[in-house]
Every structure is written in C-alpha cells, then in structure tokens.
C-alpha cells in the first residue's frame, strides 16, 4: 500500500486504503476534512503530505473536472477524530502557494441542506465583465470572505452567475438582505443562499404554493375583482385610475402576452369586500374606450371550472335529451341519437331480403372511441301483396277523349 499509493495508473493516480466492511462508518464521515481553495498544482500525493504532520491519514482526495484539471478543493481522511481538530485549528487560514486554504470538518449533503446556518451566497444577473475579485470587492464589507468565483463555461465566459462564501454566517445574511435587488452595473442582482437545483426548486414550489392559498383566501373573501373585455389602450396605470374612487387598491394589473400586447383582462384587488362590491355594481357594463367592460368577483381555476360546467348542464338540449330514453332495440354506438318519431316515415315492406337499415349520427365520433364489430347480415322480409283499387272503364273515363285511348290502327288483312 505504501509502494503504489497515489502511483499513476492510466494517467490517473491510485487510492489505497484499508476496507472498511461497515458500511455506517464509512458514510458517518467521522475523521473526514473538508479543505478548499486549493492551488490546481496540488495532487493528491502533496495534499496527504500537508495533513500527515496531525495524524494517520486513511485517504486523500483533490476533485477534478473530466479533462484532469483540480476543481481547488478535497478531502483528507483521518484515522482519529482528535486529528481533525488539530488539522482545522492548525491548517486553516494557512497561505499555500499564494492561496489562503479553508480547513473545515466535513459535512454532508443533507445535514448542510437541513442546516439553517449556511455561510455560502448565490449571486446572479452579474455583468459580463465581472471577475472574481470585482465580486470580492462588492460583498468584502460585509464581513471576511474565504472564496468569490464567478462561473466560467468551457470557453471562458462568464455565466453571469457566481458564489461568495464568508467567513461567519452573520455576514452571509446581512449580505444577502442588504444586497438582494440592488443595481450593479445596470443590472438587479439576486442574492440569495446557495443551494442545489433539487432544493431550490422544491422551495419555489413551496413559495408559490403558499402565494396561490394566499391569493385564494382572498379571491373567497370577495375582494378580487376580474375585468374583462378591456380596450387595447388602457393599462395597469389607467386600470388602476379608474377603480381608485370606489377605495384602497392593493394590486391592480392588466393582463399582457409576450409581445407586451393587452390580452384585454385584468384583475382588481379591493382592501376589503365592501369596496370591491361597490365597484363591481357600478363599472359592470360601463363603456371604457368605446367598449363595454365586465365586472365580476375573480374565481379560482377549479371553481370556474365547476361554475362553467353547471351553466352547461342546465342548457334546454340538455335537460331534453336527459329526460328521453334510449331504445333497448338500438344500437350501442347510436344509443344517444334519439330522435322524434315525425322524422322517420314510414317505408313500404319488400318482398324478399333486405339490407339490415342503420341510423346515421350527424357527427363524426371521436377518434378515440373504441372500434367495435357491426355485424353486416340479412333479415327476411314478409311479404304482403298490395290491394289496388279496380280500374275504371275506358269508355267511361271523363279526362280523356275516346279516340286518343282506342286509336283505330290500319290493319292490311283486314276484310272490307
């Protein structure tokens, strides 16, 4: 282990260590540190050397990307606890190759997430121009800093985006409530704590899941008003002029599409019920613009949902069609046509065979209806002669005259 430890396999270097059956102490992360900002010119041969002064080193790491290169931190694992301390209180704030080295006890992914003390800031929006020591010199009044980046893309660019980490969480708070929105280089930065993508989005779902019951409880309380049928010219400002005299307006907007064009819809939101009653009772119908605007209470989407679903229901082919029942002798697939005996003459019988007769919807089914088999087969027709009345005579017959129905043909053997 000592001979081939850390040699180069395949232009990687190896890590030999003593197995560990156990698998609760190998994910404990007990003896393990955490070392960043490191020079890319340590490996891992040079980062065991620096710690092995404080103890018996188990393993040593420095992270790199895919082409090879350190990331600038790792980890050193240690046999005893009590090295750990000794190497943070000892390595910790050191200068290595021109770089102040952060030595820290490791933490895991998931105590870090459930911690609510975090020293690490997000920073985004950031100017194309910025580097890592303009980000440093924005935050550095806020407290002592270990590290500033900016995130970089494989050609070198900025991603506008980076992450400053302090020295003690105070700082990171006060930095984040005093520098979130704030204009740097024309641009609002977003600060905020740094977290992974999954966390992030889990509590931005959590954020607007609480703005929507927010929304809802008022919306249920009668306060927001929805205006529709709104002029292409009017906007938050004079939507806003226009409900101001019926009380306190809390929000007011007009809804846009991407191209910044009026949807002709907005909402209202009144301070209390009573003001926005009021105003619902006197602008609906009111012509703005040379249009008349609609006013109601704004509903949830599951409620509107519902409300137009009942006014569907009650329609008068609705209630008819409800009320007829279908014939048991008709076909499945047109058991909902039913139609009123005065559309359907009566047919003479024939004689014989016959085609089997189907009724015809006046729509097309939807394609998503299943096929179903329509047996093609003939059904014997009895036959009943019909009764004619009998005909008149010829002679008799008043409509015609007598020589255009017996016509005297010429006959050449005929004896005169």
């Known amino acids: 282990m000592e001979m081939l430890n850390f040699y180069k396999l395949k232009g990687k270097p190896m890590r030999i260590m003593f197995s560990e059956r156990d698998p609760s102490k190998r994910r404990s992360g007990r003896g ?17 050397d620096m710690f092995s002064a404080f103890g018996k080193v188990l393993s040593c790491k420095v ?10 931190y790792g980890f050193v694992q240690f046999y005893s606890e009590l090295s750990v301390n000794i190497a943070c209180n000892v390595r910790n704030g050191t200068l290595i190759r021109n770089q102040h080295i952060h030595v820290s006890p490791f933490v ?40 500033a980046v ?83 010219s009017i906007d938050n400002k004079k939507l806003q002029e226009l409900f101001s005299e019926f009380g306190t307006i809390i929000s007011c907007k007009v809804m846009v599409h991407s191209n910044r064009i009026s949807k002709g819809v907005g909402f209202v939101e009144f301070s209390t019920s009573e003001e926005a009653s009021k105003a619902m009772l006197k602008m609906n119908g009111k012509v703005v613009g040379n249009k008349p605007i ?44 039913v139609a009123p005996a005065t559309m359907l003459s009566p047919q003479p019988p024939f004689r014989g065979y016959n085609f089997q007769p189907y009724f015809m919807c006046g729509s097309r ?7 179903m088999s329509i047996p093609n087969f003939m059904v014997p027709q009895p036959f009943h002669p019909t009764i004619y009345p ?10 015609l005259p007598l020589p255009l129905l017996q016509p005297k043909l010429w006959n050449p053997c005929r004896i005169i």
């Open 294 to 337: 609609y006013v109601s209470l704004a509903q949830c989407k599951e409620e509107h949902k519902l409300h137009l679903q009942t006014q569907f229901n009650n329609l008068p082919w609705n209630v008819v069609s409800s009320t007829i029942a279908p014939s048991p002798l008709q076909h499945p697939i047109f058991s909902q046509v």
């Open 63 to 72: 992270v790199r990307d895919a082409s090879g290169v350190s990331k600038g």
């Open 108 to 147: 895991s992914r998931r105590q870090w997430d459930e911690s609510r003390v975090f020293t690490n800031v997000y920073v985004k929006n950031l100017a194309e121009t910025t580097t890592d020591d303009d980000l440093k010199m924005i935050f550095e009044e806020f407290g002592e800093i270990t590290s």
């Open 150 to 232: 900016v995130m970089k893309d494989k050609e070198g660019k900025s991603r506008m985006f980076g992450f400053v980490n302090f020295e003690k969480a105070e700082a990171a708070v006060t930095a984040i409530e005093k520098m979130n929105g704030t204009i740097v280089d024309e641009k609002e930065l977003h600060v905020g704590r740094a977290q992974r993508k999954k966390n992030r989005i889990q509590d931005l779902k959590d954020k607007f899941k609480l703005e929507k019951i927010k929304r809802d409880m008022r919306t249920r309380k009668g306060m927001n008003l929805y205006v529709k049928n709104l002029d292409g």
């Open 365 to 371: 089914m939807a394609s998503s209806f299943p096929l």
């Open 32 to 48: 393990n540190v955490f070392v960043k900002n490191l020079d890319k010119s340590i490996d891992n041969k040079q980062l065991s």
């Open 390 to 399: 009998p005909a008149p005579p010829v002679g008799l017959h008043h409509g």
